[in-house]
């Protein structure tokens, strides 16, 4: 397995903001503030996770478009649960000023703190 670092994981990251744009300007400009908007898209940029981490690409299209994957500690696509506790963990990562993802730059195995709790790791998708 090879890890992906710090920078292939940011682009993913960013690819993925990029197509939940839609979901976050509605929140920032669009409706009025509105609970239910904020519940409706919060739920979808965390099924947005779960769903396609735990498909058959293991990967975000962000991930696929980076040809990364996320694995369990034996190489197999994590399980649903797996995915939405590193999904949960993630938020909270984001909610600590990001220091959760910084771990990726220091960690030899290049894994953030939502990879060490849910027993993940994001590799390179090998070319057959």
């Known amino acids: 397995m090879t890890y992906a670092g710090f920078w292939p ?38 099924l947005y996770e779960i769903l396609f981490v735990s498909s058959k690409w293991n ?12 694995v369990d500690q034996h190489g197999q696509p994590p399980s649903p649960w797996r995915c939405a506790a590193r999904t949960l963990i ?22 953030g703190l939502h990879d060490l709790f849910s027993n993940t790791f994001v590799i390179f998708v090998k070319n057959d």
């Open 59 to 70: 990967a975000t299209p962000g991930k696929r478009w980076m040809k990364l994957k996320v």
């Open 90 to 111: 993630k938020i909270v990562s984001a909610l600590t000023f990001f220091i959760g993802f910084l771990v990726v730059a220091l960690h030899p195995a290049k894994r």
């Open 9 to 46: 994981r940011l682009m993913a990251h960013n690819i993925d903001l990029l197509i939940l744009l839609p979901c976050y300007y509605l929140l920032s400009f669009g409706i009025d503030s509105n609970r239910w908007l904020f519940v409706a898209c919060s739920v979808f940029t965390l």
